[in-house]
C-alpha cells in the first residue's frame, strides 16, 4: 500500500511572501474590495447592505407602509397579535385539529413582520452603541488625564519637600 500525504501541498502564491520577514514591502498588495454583485458558492450576493422590503420577499406586510413608523407601538401591536394567534391556535388544536395549518401560517406572518421590523431597527443600534463606546472612550481618557494632572501635581509637591529637605541640612 502506498503512502500518500494527509494534506494537500500549499498554494504555489506562497513563495511571493518568502522574503517578506527582510523586506515587507516586497509582498503583492491586496487585492482591491469586491464592490457590486458577486457570486459565491453558487449563489449571488451584493457588496450593498440594504435590507430588502416585506414585498420583495414576498410577504404581506402588517404594519404601515411609509419611513415614519412608530416601532415602539407596532412592535406592541404584533405583540399582542402573535398573543393572540397563539391563544386561537391553542384553541383550534383543542377543537379542531385538523385546521392548524392557517394558523400556524398566520403566525409564521407575525414572526415575519416582527422579525423585519427588528432588522429595520439594526442600524439605529448600531449607531447608539458606537456612540455609546465613544463616549465611554472619551470619559477613559478625561479620567486618565485627571490621573496623570493628580499623579504630576503629587510628584512636583514630593520634589519640593526633596529639595526643602535638601537645603535645609
Known amino acids: 500500500m502506498a ?3 494527509t494534506y494537500p501541498p500549499p498554494p504555489p502564491f506562497y513563495k511571493l511572501y518568502k522574503e517578506y520577514i527582510q523586506n515587507p514591502k516586497s509582498a503583492p498588495e491586496p487585492p482591491p474590495p469586491i464592490e457590486g454583485t458577486y457570486v459565491l458558492f453558487g449563489g449571488t450576493y451584493t457588496t450593498d447592505d440594504v435590507l430588502p422590503s416585506l414585498e420583495e420577499q414576498g410577504v404581506r406586510q402588517l404594519y404601515p407602509k411609509g ?3 412608530d416601532f415602539k407601538n407596532e412592535l406592541r401591536s404584533l405583540n399582542r397579535e402573535l398573543q393572540l394567534h397563539i391563544l386561537e391556535l391553542v384553541d383550534v ?3 379542531r385539529p385538523s385546521q392548524y395549518a392557517r394558523r400556524v401560517e398566520e403566525i409564521s406572518l407575525i ?3 416582527l422579525h423585519h421590523l427588528l432588522n429595520s431597527l439594526r442600524p439605529h443600534q448600531a449607531r ?3 456612540i455609546h463606546v465613544l463616549e465611554l472612550q472619551i470619559q477613559r481618557r478625561k479620567q486618565a488625564v485627571e490621573d496623570i494632572k493628580r499623579r504630576r501635581e503629587e510628584a512636583q509637591k514630593l520634589l519640593k519637600e526633596a529639595l526643602g529637605t535638601l537645603d535645609g541640612h
Do not use: G, V, Y
Open 3 to 5: 503512502a500518500t500525504a
Open 67 to 69: 419611513p415614519n413608523i
Open 93 to 95: 388544536l383543542i377543537e
Open 111 to 113: 414572526f415575519k413582520n
Open 128 to 130: 447608539a452603541t458606537l
